[in-house]
Nanobody, 121 residues
Framework: VQLQASGGGLVQAGGSLRLSCVAS????????MAWFRQAPGKEREFVAN???????YYADYVKGRFTISRDNAKNTVYLQMNSLKPEDTAVYYC????????????????WGQGTQVTVSS
């Protein structure tokens, strides 16, 4: 499975961006898809995940501002990011797995290459 993330860029604080991640290859049974991020000098952290059933889970620091969604027919997961803050600046990674990965765990088998999001103050 290959994951290709896109949609990052430079945006002012308070602005919005929409990230996309397309899965290709052996995409059957990707029950969990998620977004993580890593800021310079920091560890990678969980942002949001989505099960194929539609269940979603968010980190507290993005809850109410970010929305994860997926189009299973297109093997694509999205991350709509609103009310962006400078502290949201990071490389955002998408991930996928054939298991139902719980909450904030990072035990995904497949990872994308990352897309840079920079929020200026």
């Amino acid at each position: 499975v290959q994951l290709q993330a896109s949609g990052g860029g430079l945006v002012q604080a308070g602005g919005s961006l929409r990230l996309s991640c397309v899965a290709s290859g052996a995409t059957r049974g990707l029950y969990s898809m998620a977004w993580f991020r890593q800021a310079p000098g920091k560890e990678r952290e969980f942002v949001a995940n989505s099960w194929v059933s539609g269940r979603t889970y968010y980190a507290d620091y993005v809850k109410g501002r970010f929305t994860i969604s997926r189009d299973n027919a297109k093997n694509t997961v999205y991350l709509q990011m609103n009310s962006l803050k400078p502290e949201d600046t990071a490389v955002y990674y998408c991930a996928a797995d054939r298991a139902l990965v719980q909450a904030t765990r990072q035990s995904y088998d497949f990872w994308g290459q990352g897309t840079q999001v920079t929020v200026s103050s």
